[in-house]
C-alpha cells in the first residue's frame, strides 16, 4: 500500500513523463551518428594523396567513380563505359554547376584514365575536379 505525502487525495500530477522521449532521441542521435559518414563515403576507391589541394564544393552534383578494376560509377549508380556519355550528358542536363568530380582509385592505369577523359570531352564537360586525399608534408606518394 502506498501513500503520499503533503498531497491531497485525489491529485493529478499534469507533468508529461519525458524519460521515454529522451531515450528514443538519444537512440536516434546513435543511428544518425553512424550512419551519417557511411552514406557520405559514397563508392569504396582508394583515393591517391594530394600535397597541394584546394576544397571542393560541400554537396558536388555530379561525381564520377572510377575503382580499380574500371567499373564506373555516375553518382554512385553503376554504369558501363559504352553509355559514359549519355549519362553524363544526361547528368549535366539537371544539374545547375556544371563540374563533373572524378573520384578514381589510385591503383588505377593511366591509360584508363585518358580513355575516360576523351569520353567526358567528347560529352561537353569543361572542367573536372579530381578529388583526392591530402598528404602530409613528409609523406612519399605512391
Do not use: H, W
Not at 557511411?38 to 575503382?67: F, Q, Y
Amino acid at each position: 500500500m502506498a501513500f503520499t505525502v503533503g498531497e491531497k487525495k485525489g491529485d493529478t500530477i499534469s507533468e508529461p513523463n519525458v524519460v521515454p522521449l529522451c531515450d528514443i532521441l538519444l537512440v536516434l542521435l546513435i543511428i544518425f551518428m553512424i550512419m551519417t559518414p557511411l552514406i557520405k563515403a559514397g563508392v569504396d576507391v582508394d583515393l591517391p594523396a594530394a600535397l597541394n589541394t584546394v576544397g571542393m564544393d560541400e554537396n558536388p552534383e555530379v561525381i564520377l567513380a572510377i575503382k580499380q578494376d574500371g567499373s564506373l560509377f555516375l553518382n554512385q549508380e553503376p554504369i558501363t563505359q559504352e553509355n559514359l556519355q549519355l549519362m553524363v550528358e544526361e547528368a549535366f542536363m539537371t544539374a545547375t554547376d556544371k563540374k563533373l568530380y572524378l573520384r578514381a582509385d589510385g591503383n588505377l592505369e593511366y591509360g584508363k584514365i585518358i580513355d575516360i577523359a576523351m569520353i567526358l570531352q567528347e560529352a561537353g564537360v569543361e572542367i573536372v575536379g579530381i578529388i583526392t586525399e591530402v598528404r602530409a608534408e613528409g609523406e612519399v606518394s605512391r
